[in-house]
């Protein structure tokens, strides 16, 4: 079972003075947002009128304000909170918020030590900075997308995980919390211009920087880490599931032999690459003769580096992610995975309660930042703003 949010004073993470105001978005934005609440930072959501929400299920911990930004009270009401906001996160291509009056020379002449980080596919200046685009879209122009796929197949994406998460929503939290330290030495704000292409290429560096080492040199899906080595790859058991073996080094490769019931002295050399596709079948054929669970019962515990491909309904039973909870269940018992990285004395607390309704915090939101109750029945009627109430379920 995964456990319950984890216990401990929210109070006590380490994001917990820093203010951030999210400009609604998709994927990566919402997913930057989301690590910063994740580890005490005041998120809030600004939403627009009649959206339905974060539909990309990344709104924990954050509160949601709507705000029409196509009115100029509502890009005052914005400007209002950003002045006394650490942060401002917006999503969109180049010149969207210049549009609105929102850029960041009029946004950071207001609050000097805003940080104004701006999450795009393509970046804040290039022929296509203002190009619609997806993860795959961005991956294909990094140069990642060329290396990703089976020998002979199409190159092929690896979910939308590398372009909009982990070089963009997650660069992105990365260069906040860089501007966010340098701002404690000049006690100024900055510009963040985080894209997913630079991004993804960003991740790549280790591709770029092992060119000469000869580990890319055949065609893709032929190399040593990218499907072409019978001991770096997936196979399939007698149950139709499969195991991840990853048995680079010699002495990891042994053991794996070993457990496979084969005889290492009756087997080509493992480096020998002319041999690699025979011996994918010989190793084929021998996983196929057992079912995971007993796979399992051979490699657990052993440093041949085989291990099951577990699915999402698996993996929160695993013995080793039950024993380190690392999956926790918020309180309409959904589960996910918890904050990482684990900080030994201010890890991050994650909000076991469900995600923010549109509106749900308007006119809280609005009182913190010095509105009355008159001026924020002018701004609904006019609106301006939506204010939807909490409904009982």
């Given at each position: 079972?995964?456990?319950?949010?984890?216990?401990?004073?929210?109070?006590?993470?380490?994001?917990?003075?820093?203010?951030?105001?999210?400009?609604?978005?998709?994927?990566?934005?919402?997913?930057?947002?989301?690590?910063?609440?994740?580890?005490?930072?005041?998120?809030?959501?600004?939403?627009?009128?009649?959206?339905?929400?974060?539909?990309?299920?990344?709104?924990?911990?954050?509160?949601?304000?709507?705000?029409?930004?196509?009115?100029?009270?509502?890009?005052?009401?914005?400007?209002r909170l950003c002045a006394r906001a650490d942060v401002l996160l917006e999503p969109f291509r180049r010149g969207v918020m210049e549009?609105?009056?929102?850029?960041?020379?009029?946004?950071?002449?207001?609050?000097?030590?805003?940080?104004?980080?701006?999450?795009?596919?393509?970046?804040?200046?290039?022929?296509?900075?203002?190009?619609?685009?997806?993860?795959?879209?961005?991956?294909?122009?990094?140069?990642?997308?060329?290396?990703?796929?089976?020998?002979?197949?199409?190159?092929?994406?690896?979910?939308?995980?590398?372009?909009?998460?982990?070089?963009?929503?997650?660069?992105?939290?990365?260069?906040?919390?860089?501007?966010?330290?340098?701002?404690?030495?000049?006690?100024?704000?900055?510009?963040?211009?985080?894209?997913?292409?630079?991004?993804?290429?960003?991740?790549?560096?280790?591709?770029?920087?092992?060119?000469?080492?000869?580990?890319?040199?055949?065609?893709?899906?032929?190399?040593?880490?990218?499907?072409?080595?019978?001991?770096?790859?997936?196979?399939?058991?007698?149950?139709?599931?499969?195991?991840?073996?990853?048995?680079?080094?010699?002495?990891?490769?042994?053991?794996?032999?070993?457990?496979?019931?084969?005889?290492?002295?009756?087997?080509?050399?493992?480096?020998?690459?002319?041999?690699?596709?025979?011996?994918?079948?010989?190793?084929?054929?021998?996983?196929?003769?057992?079912?995971?669970?007993?796979?399992?019962?051979?490699?657990?515990?052993?440093?041949?580096?085989?291990?099951?491909?577990?699915?999402?309904?698996?993996?929160?039973?695993?013995?080793?992610?039950?024993?380190?909870?690392?999956?926790?269940?918020?309180?309409?018992?959904?589960?996910?995975?918890?904050?990482?990285?684990?900080?030994?004395?201010?890890?991050?607390?994650?909000?076991?309660?469900?995600?923010?309704?549109?509106?749900?915090?308007?006119?809280?939101?609005?009182?913190?930042?010095?509105?009355?109750?008159?001026?924020?029945?002018?701004?609904?009627s006019d609106r301006v703003i939506e204010n939807k109430m909490k409904t009982?379920?």
């Open positions: 079972m995964a456990r319950s949010s984890p216990p401990g004073p929210r109070g006590a993470m380490a994001l917990r003075s820093v203010r951030v105001v999210e400009l609604a978005g998709l994927a990566p934005a919402p997913f930057c947002g989301m690590v910063l609440a994740d580890f005490g930072a005041q998120v809030v959501r600004v939403d627009r009128p009649g959206s339905q929400g974060d539909v990309s299920g990344l709104g924990r911990g954050k509160r949601s304000l709507v705000l029409d930004l196509k009115q100029s009270r509502g890009t005052a009401v914005l400007r549009s609105l009056q929102l850029g960041p020379d009029i946004m950071l002449q207001e609050n000097p030590k805003l940080i104004y980080a701006r999450l795009s596919g393509f970046g804040q200046s290039g022929s296509h900075s203002k190009c619609a685009g997806h993860d795959i879209n961005y991956l294909a122009l990094s140069g990642v997308l060329s290396r990703i796929g089976r020998s002979g197949e199409n190159p092929y994406a690896p979910l939308n995980l590398l372009a909009d998460f982990g070089g963009g929503g997650l660069m992105c939290a990365l260069g906040i919390m860089l501007a966010l330290f340098e701002r404690t030495h000049s006690g100024k704000g900055q510009v963040i211009d985080a894209n997913m292409v630079e991004g993804a290429a960003y991740l790549s560096s280790f591709l770029w920087k092992t060119e000469r080492m000869g580990l890319w040199e055949q065609p893709r899906g032929q190399n040593l880490l990218d499907g072409g080595a019978p001991f770096y790859t997936t196979y399939r058991t007698l149950d139709g599931h499969y195991m991840a073996v990853g048995a680079i080094e010699p002495k990891f490769y042994k053991l794996m032999i070993e457990g496979l019931g084969l005889k290492f002295d009756q087997l080509p050399s493992q480096m020998s690459t002319t041999d690699w596709p025979a011996m994918k079948k010989k190793f084929a054929e021998a996983f196929a003769k057992k079912t995971k669970e007993e796979w399992c019962k051979i490699f657990d515990g052993t440093d041949a580096c085989v291990t099951p491909v577990l699915t999402f309904e698996e993996v929160i039973h695993h013995s080793h992610n039950r024993e380190r909870g690392s999956f926790i269940t918020n309180e309409e018992q959904h589960v996910s995975p918890r904050p990482a990285p684990l900080l030994t004395r201010t890890p991050a607390v994650p909000s076991a309660k469900r995600d923010p309704l549109v509106g749900e915090h308007t006119e809280e939101i609005l009182k913190e930042i010095g509105f009355s109750q008159k001026e924020i029945n002018q701004l609904c009982k379920l």
